[in-house]
């Protein structure tokens, strides 16, 4: 019997992942919770064989769970359903050691024998990613660069930037500057757009 546990935010979705899953003679579902903490608590609890989980949810995202049952060198496979074909997630997800990475418009007997082709050993990819994984599409943004992306899309001016991080204004307006170079963009709020598309804040 393969343990399951599910973790998505979208109520209907978790409830069709769960229902189905269910019928399947060979699959228990052990848990269905809405976002990361909750997942990462049903796992310590349930000690599942799988997690399916959704990139992003509240609390933790699923990329920041799938470290987390790494780094507590937990046995559970991980099942990564998206809707994002974005290259940054799926390098993060395979710099994770994710065992699927699965987008949520395939069909639902695609989850179901990727949840048992994990168990058997194999990594799953959907076909519509696997070109994406070969993009040579890197981040090119240094950690830096990206905190001020990710500060920019939340807001945040450039002097509330330099209070926030204890920095002078014009050493954050260079890796602003910087970052828009990098990206080809106009504006600093068109470069954390672009960022954000990519996966890489």
């Known amino acids: 019997m393969i343990r399951v546990v599910i973790a998505e935010d979208q109520q209907m979705l978790r409830g069709a992942f769960a229902s189905l899953l269910k019928f399947e ?30 990139i992003e949810m509240p609390h933790m995202s699923g990329l920041a769970l799938a470290m987390q049952i790494r780094d507590a060198g937990l046995p559970c496979k991980i099942v ?31 989850l179901i024998e990727s949840i048992r082709r994990v168990m058997s050993g194999e990594r799953v990819i959907s076909t519509d990613l696997a070109a994406v994984l070969f ?12 905190e001020m992306l990710r500060l920019t899309k939340e807001g945040m001016t450039t002097s509330e930037i330099s209070k926030a991080l204890f920095l002078t204004i014009g050493t954050v307006r260079n890796y602003l500057s910087s970052a828009i170079q990098k990206l080809d963009a106009e504006s600093r709020q ?6 954000e598309e990519k996966g890489w804040l």
């Open 135 to 146: 993009m040579n599409n890197e981040n090119p943004l240094s950690e830096r660069e990206a």
């Open 25 to 54: 003679d060979d699959i228990e579902v052990l848990a269905e919770v809405a976002d990361g903490e909750q997942a990462w608590e049903a796992i310590q609890q349930h000690k599942p064989d799988v997690c399916v989980v959704d």
């Open 80 to 110: 990564i359903v998206t809707t994002f074909a974005r290259p940054g997630y799926l390098q993060k997800a395979m710099n994770a050691h994710v065992n699927a990475y699965l987008l949520k418009d395939e069909p639902i007997d695609y």
């Open 190 to 195: 068109q470069a954390a757009a672009i960022a």
